[in-house]
Nanobody
Framework: QAQLVESGGGLVQPGGSLRLSCAAA????????MDWYRQAPGKQRELVAA???????NYADSVKGRFTISRDNAKHTVYLHMNNLKPEDTAVYYC???????????????WGQGTQVNVSS
């Protein structure tokens, strides 16, 4: 079964930092893109940052210069380093993987369970 396990959310003051982690579980063969989305209350889910297996990255304009996505292909893990956090960054952050292939099968889209990030003084 495809599974993404997230960790690292929590409460942080404005200007603070957090690191989110997302690990693909099981006997992974390949994953093309791993990315982070977020959804704030009353808003649509939006793409925050994406990382391809080849190392290409892209970011939402709202987080450029503050967030960094990185990926460890050997560990099938993606990280989101968030600096200078703002109250508007408060949301549930979801890990997502495209073309997730393991020894038991392949899935086009796999989502993590979500981790809450609260930015507040």
């Amino acid at each position: 079964q495809a599974q993404l396990v997230e960790s690292g959310g929590g409460l942080v003051q404005p200007g603070g930092s957090l690191r989110l982690s997302c690990a693909a579980a099981g006997s992974i063969i390949s994953i093309s893109t791993m990315d982070w989305y977020r959804q704030a209350p009353g808003k649509q889910r939006e793409l925050v940052a994406a990382a391809s297996s080849g190392g290409d990255t892209n970011y939402a304009d709202s987080v450029k210069g503050r967030f960094t996505i990185s990926r460890d292909n050997a560990k099938h893990t993606v990280y989101l380093h968030m600096n200078n956090l703002k109250p508007e960054d408060t949301a549930v952050y979801y890990c997502h993987a495209e073309n997730y292939c393991a020894n038991v099968g392949c899935w086009r889209d796999v989502w993590g369970q979500g981790t809450q990030v609260n930015v507040s003084s």
